[in-house]
């Protein structure tokens, strides 16, 4: 089939999308492939709650549809607006009372979870349920539902208690998010009560949200090969590994893209000065910026390493914070962005302000100073724990910053370790480390920075990663093949059932 003939309806349902709204990776993908996914043919629309930050962006939107809800109070209004200037429709479930506050889309101020995420996201959920079988007066009917994470993971659940409900797929962003609640909540949620049983929503005496995908959605898949086999170990499968080893037929990993029309050192508006891998020596200016930026010397051959992120320990933070205290004196400096908890903002800031010649921190979220770390710095850093995928490391080898990585996940997919053998043969693209140590970070550092001090070598690592392929267009095909499995089997039962009714 040529790409442009697909005429696959596509419902993709999630919580956050670039650049309507962003916590973490979850909103690069679903800012991305839906216009991949659009390139390719599919008729595709985003559902995302209207967040209080959305609303405030987009003033003036046409209601398309409203809607009440048995057992909420109230009218939800869908509105109808685009994903930037991205063509992709998007579709806004608008409930004041659950949706429109400000800030970001889980946490209130202090950074505690709103006490109420369970009754917000069932009531997302049970709207997309909705437009799924064609009940919001849209006059259109997915032929597959693709939800994202436990806030959207609801909708494969409610959908199986429809006999015509579309298939549906999941994807775990991260399994580590599970959205548990007590069973009092599911009781307060009106939702079926055949769902309370260790088959279906139960885990352990608890509501799980996550169980809705992992159990009812038609397929699943993960963001990466290694994390979807990883998952299906005790080590990191969170008491999960048995349910996803009993639908390991059905569970596959697909690799993140990269939004090129965001993240190009050849294009991007956020940067200072841009190039390619034919105009490296441009980078370089980059680097002089983020110094100043930071308020560190401005250097050009001190080895400067970088870090974006959420500062939890999925990440590993606490592994960097403890390296950060060996450097002093050495020809290396360090610049982060993040935000998290609130142990490791302290840590980072004390560390900075001990150090100012070799550490500068930022603390919050700031996309314009990512790119610019991004586009500046030699090496990025990324110790985590666990990934599913990881977007960072994408894009460090996009912008020709070389990654240093833990042997996980997406890390370990996505990353080629620096050999002899893997110089010679024109492979190599970053460090890979196995062991979430500060030793083992420690190491890995050490053998790039004594690569940084042959600048051949380094020059061609840069090249190598910035040549690399993590272009959306590839992963979108592998989904469509995976939504047009899913329609197949549907039309194949819709057949089988047929036969039978002539048959009584
Ligand atoms: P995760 O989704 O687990 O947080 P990813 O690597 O998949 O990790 O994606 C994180 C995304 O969020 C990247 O686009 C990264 O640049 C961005 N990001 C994370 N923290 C910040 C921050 N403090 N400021 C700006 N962007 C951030
Ligand atoms: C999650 C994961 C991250 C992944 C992102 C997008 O937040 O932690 O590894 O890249 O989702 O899929």
Same mark, same amino acid.
């Given at each position: 089939?040529?790409?442009?003939?697909?005429?696959?309806?596509? &419902?993709?349902?999630?919580?956050? #999308?670039? $650049?309507?709204?962003? /916590?973490?990776?979850?909103?690069?993908?679903? !800012?991305?492939? %839906?216009?991949?996914?659009?390139?390719?043919?599919?008729?595709?629309?985003?559902?995302?709650?209207?967040?209080?930050?959305?609303?405030?962006?987009?003033?003036?939107?046409?209601?398309?549809?409203?809607?009440?809800?048995?057992?909420?109070?109230?009218?939800?209004?869908?509105?109808?607006?685009?994903?930037?200037?991205?063509?992709?429709?998007?579709?806004?479930?608008?409930?004041?009372?659950?949706?429109?506050?400000?800030?970001?889309?889980?946490?209130?101020?202090?950074?505690?979870?709103?006490?109420?995420?369970?009754?917000?996201?069932?009531?997302?959920?049970?709207?997309?349920?909705?437009?799924?079988?064609?009940?919001?007066?849209?006059?259109?009917?997915?032929?597959?539902?693709?939800?994202?994470?436990?806030?959207?993971?609801?909708?494969?659940?409610? &959908?199986?208690?429809?006999?015509? #409900?579309? $298939?549906?797929?999941? /994807?775990?962003?991260?399994?580590?998010?599970? !959205?548990?609640? %007590?069973?009092?909540?599911?009781?307060?949620?009106?939702?079926?009560?055949?769902?309370?049983?260790?088959?279906?929503?139960?885990?352990?005496?608890?509501?799980?949200?996550?169980?809705?995908?992992?159990?009812?959605?038609?397929?699943?898949?993960?963001?990466?090969?290694?994390?979807?086999?990883?998952?299906?170990?005790?080590?990191?499968?969170?008491?999960?590994?048995?349910?996803?080893?009993?639908?390991?037929?059905?569970?596959?990993?697909?690799?993140?893209?990269?939004?090129?029309?965001?993240?190009?050192?050849?294009?991007?508006?956020?940067?200072?000065?841009?190039?390619?891998?034919?105009?490296?020596?441009?980078?370089?200016?980059?680097?002089?910026?983020?110094?100043?930026?930071?308020?560190?010397?401005?250097?050009?051959?001190?080895?400067?390493?970088?870090?974006?992120?959420?500062?939890?320990?999925?990440?590993?933070?606490?592994?960097?914070?403890?390296?950060?205290?060996?450097?002093?004196?050495?020809?290396?400096?360090?610049?982060?962005?993040?935000?998290?908890?609130?142990?490791?903002?302290?840590?980072?800031?004390?560390?900075?302000?001990?150090?100012?010649?070799?550490?500068?921190?930022?603390?919050?979220?700031?996309?314009?100073?990512?790119?610019?770390?991004?586009?500046?710095?030699?090496?990025?850093?990324?110790?985590?724990?666990?990934?599913?995928?990881?977007?960072?490391?994408?894009?460090?080898?996009?912008?020709?910053?070389?990654?240093?990585?833990?042997?996980?996940?997406?890390?370990?997919?996505?990353?080629?370790?620096?050999?002899?053998?893997?110089?010679?043969?024109?492979?190599?693209?970053?460090?890979?480390?196995?062991?979430?140590?500060?030793?083992?970070?420690?190491?890995?550092?050490?053998?790039?920075?004594?690569?940084?001090?042959?600048?051949?070598?380094?020059?061609?690592?840069?090249?190598?990663?910035?040549?690399?392929?993590?272009?959306?267009?590839?992963?979108?095909?592998?989904?469509?093949?995976?939504?047009?499995?899913?329609?197949?089997?549907?039309?194949?039962?819709?057949?089988?059932?047929?036969?039978?009714?002539?048959?009584?």
């Amino acid at each position: 089939m040529t790409s442009k003939q697909n005429n696959l309806k596509i &419902l993709f349902s999630t919580s956050e #999308a670039h $650049p309507l709204i962003k /916590t973490g990776g979850l909103a690069d993908v679903a !800012g991305a492939l %839906p216009a991949a996914l659009l390139n390719l043919g599919c008729d595709v629309r985003v559902v995302l709650p209207a967040y209080g930050d959305i609303l405030k962006k987009q003033p003036s939107m046409e209601a398309v549809a409203e809607m009440y809800l048995p057992g909420v109070p109230g009218m939800v209004t869908l509105y109808a607006t685009c994903l930037g200037d991205s063509p992709v429709e998007v579709l806004l479930v608008d409930h004041p009372s659950a949706f429109a506050r400000e800030g970001n889309p889980y946490l209130d101020g202090d950074g505690e979870v709103w006490p109420d995420n369970a009754e917000r996201f069932a009531l997302f959920s049970k709207v997309v349920q909705r437009i799924a079988l064609d009940q919001a007066q849209l006059d259109w009917k997915p032929d597959v539902v693709h939800c994202n994470d436990w806030q959207t993971a609801l909708v494969p659940a409610l &959908l199986r208690q429809q006999p015509l #409900a579309p $298939p549906s797929l999941f /994807t775990i962003h991260n399994l580590a998010y599970q !959205g548990l609640f %007590p069973q009092s909540t599911f009781n307060a949620l009106s939702l079926p009560a055949a769902l309370w049983s260790p088959d279906a929503l139960e885990f352990h005496g608890q509501l799980s949200f996550i169980k809705g995908g992992l159990v009812f959605a038609d397929c699943i898949n993960t963001v990466s090969a290694q994390y979807a086999n990883e998952i299906q170990t005790p080590e990191m499968g969170y008491g999960l590994e048995g349910l996803l080893q009993f639908r390991k037929n059905v569970l596959s990993g697909i690799v993140n893209g990269i939004d090129d029309s965001v993240w190009n050192p050849k294009t991007d508006a956020l940067i200072c000065q841009n190039y390619t891998s034919r105009t490296l020596s441009k980078k370089k200016a980059n680097k002089t910026a983020l110094q100043k930026r930071y308020k560190l010397p401005v250097e050009e051959d001190v080895f400067m390493l970088g870090f974006i992120g959420r500062l939890v320990e999925q990440k590993g933070i606490d592994l960097i914070i403890e390296f950060l205290k060996t450097i002093e004196n050495q020809a290396m400096q360090f610049c982060l962005l993040g935000s998290g908890d609130k142990k490791f903002e302290a840590a980072l800031l004390r560390l900075a302000g001990e150090n100012p010649k070799q550490l500068g921190v930022t603390i919050g979220y700031d996309e314009v100073i990512a790119h610019q770390i991004e586009a500046g710095v030699d090496a990025f850093l990324m110790p985590s724990r666990f990934e599913p995928c990881g977007l960072n490391q994408l894009y460090s080898l996009r912008y020709g910053t070389i990654p240093i990585v833990h042997n996980v996940g997406g890390l370990a997919d996505t990353v080629i370790d620096v050999t002899d053998e893997s110089i010679a043969n024109s492979t190599a693209t970053g460090f890979v480390f196995d062991q979430p140590t500060v030793t083992s970070l420690g190491e890995a550092i050490n053998r790039a920075q004594k690569r940084y001090r042959k600048p051949r070598t380094w020059h061609k690592l840069v090249r190598n990663g910035m040549n690399m392929d993590y272009s959306w267009h590839k992963s979108a095909q592998e989904y469509l093949k995976l939504y047009q499995f899913l329609q197949q089997e549907r039309e194949a039962q819709k057949s089988i059932q047929t036969i039978k009714l002539l048959k009584e």
